[in-house]
């Protein structure tokens, strides 16, 4: 079946640091994949989302890249903020799966001054 | 953009009872929701899909007698406990699906916390 997995954190950054936050995939067919961040106390958001091989994601400073021969799609940012602190989660809807969504665990994210 | 709620966000229950968590969403309809668990550094366990005026469809493994989901209308799922026990703490968590510009998507809510003790 359809899985997702991601780096585990805590993922500590100093402010203005590069992030990278890995995601890799399994499903059949070509899925559709996402970027999810929950804040402290809040709902999941979408971040940023991919519908086909080498389209690339981009919101708020974040970028994914759709690989489809690496199965992945990374989350990367160039200068991370205070702000961004928060939970990450990589997620996949597969073809034909009626919208239903696979998710990662889930990696946090500290950024400190 | 659209806005999912959940009520109540915490509740601590004994052992043995029932308990009701609602999912609204407030500025949009909502023919189909999702109900998730999640467990501590876990990701998020699809339960059921809650479609409007029809019966839930339940993943593997959940039981659909214990967690009893009913989507009366197209801004409103419940999901309901039975019979909760500790093994049931966790944190369950609703979407609502809605068409947008860039296709379907599901909106988030907050999460509700539920302790049984």
């Known amino acids: 079946g359809d899985s997702v997995t991601q780096m585990e954190g805590p993922v500590t950054l100093s402010e203005e640091a590069f992030l990278t936050i890995n995601c890799t995939y399994t499903a059949t067919g070509y899925p559709s994949l996402f970027w999810y961040v929950q804040y402290p106390g809040e709902g999941l958001q979408l971040l940023l989302k991919a519908t086909k091989a080498d389209d690339k994601g981009s919101n708020k400073g974040f970028e994914a890249t759709y690989r489809k021969e690496t199965t992945s799609f990374h989350l990367e940012k160039g200068s991370v903020q205070v702000s961004d602190s928060a939970v990450y989660f990589c997620?996949?809807?597969?073809?034909?799966?009626?919208?239903?969504?696979?998710f990662g665990t889930g990696t946090q994210l500290k950024v400190e001054l | 953009g659209a806005v999912v709620s959940q009520h109540p966000s915490r509740v601590i229950c004994k052992s043995g009872t029932s308990v009701k968590i609602e999912c609204r969403s407030l500025d949009f309809q909502a023919t189909t929701m999702f109900w998730y668990r999640q467990f501590p550094k876990q990701s998020l366990m699809l339960m059921a899909t809650s479609n409007e005026g029809s019966k839930a469809t339940y993943e593997q493994g959940v039981e659909k007698d214990k967690f009893l989901i009913n989507h009366a209308s197209l801004t409103l799922s419940t999901l309901t406990v039975t019979s909760a026990h500790p093994e049931d703490s966790s944190f369950y968590i609703c979407?609502?699906?809605?068409?947008?510009?860039?296709?379907?998507?599901?909106?988030f809510g907050p999460g509700t916390r539920l302790t049984v003790l």
């Open positions: 979407s609502a699906l809605t068409g947008t510009s860039g296709g379907n998507e599901q909106f």
């Open positions: 997620a996949l809807s597969s073809t034909g799966g009626g919208n239903k969504l696979t």
